[in-house]
Structure formats: structure tokens, C-alpha cells
């Protein structure tokens, strides 16, 4: 079975290449074995987008902004392995 992979949009206009390679880090830190890749995709216009396998599961005009960490690994959880803890992400 493939394992799913994470691409992030960002706006590199807008300067926003750290902001999205922090978060990569961040999804790597976590679910290193279990993606397959998180790319990072230059754009331009302001776009900052994250999708899961293809599916939207964050875009900053639509949800008013960029994802915390914490929430962030929450939307790939839920897809990846809706069962799966994750500390204290979980409790706050």
C-alpha cells in the first residue's frame, strides 16, 4: 500500500518558504514513516495550501489564515490514522 504524501503551496512573493518548510518539519517530526514525501511547491498570489493525497485539507483564504502546528497534524492524524495519538497535541 502507498503511503500518502503532503504538498505544500506556498506564495514565495510573500516570502512564505520558512513558515512552510517549518511545517514540513514539523509533519516529518511526527509521521516520518509513515508519508511518503512532503513537498514543498513555490507559487505565487499569496496562495498558501495544504493538501493530504491530492484532497484540500487547508488553504489560508478559505480558513482564515495559516494552521498552528497542532492543528495541522491533527488534519493529517485523521486521515493517516484517525486512532493515533498524538500526546499532548491531543489534550489541549
Known sequence: MAK??????????CQWL?????MAQELLSTFA??????????G???VFRIEYDGELIWERKRDGGF??????KRLVR???DP???LGHIDRG
Do not use: H, K, N
Open 4 to 13: 500518502p504524501r503532503v504538498t505544500i503551496t506556498y506564495c514565495y512573493q
Open 18 to 22: 520558512l513558515r512552510a518548510s517549518w
Open 33 to 42: 514513516a509513515d508519508l511518503d514525501v512532503v513537498m514543498l511547491v513555490p
Open 44 to 46: 505565487t498570489g499569496g
Open 67 to 72: 494552521p498552528d502546528a497542532a492543528a495541522l
Open 78 to 80: 485523521d486521515r493517516l
Open 83 to 85: 486512532e493515533r495519538g
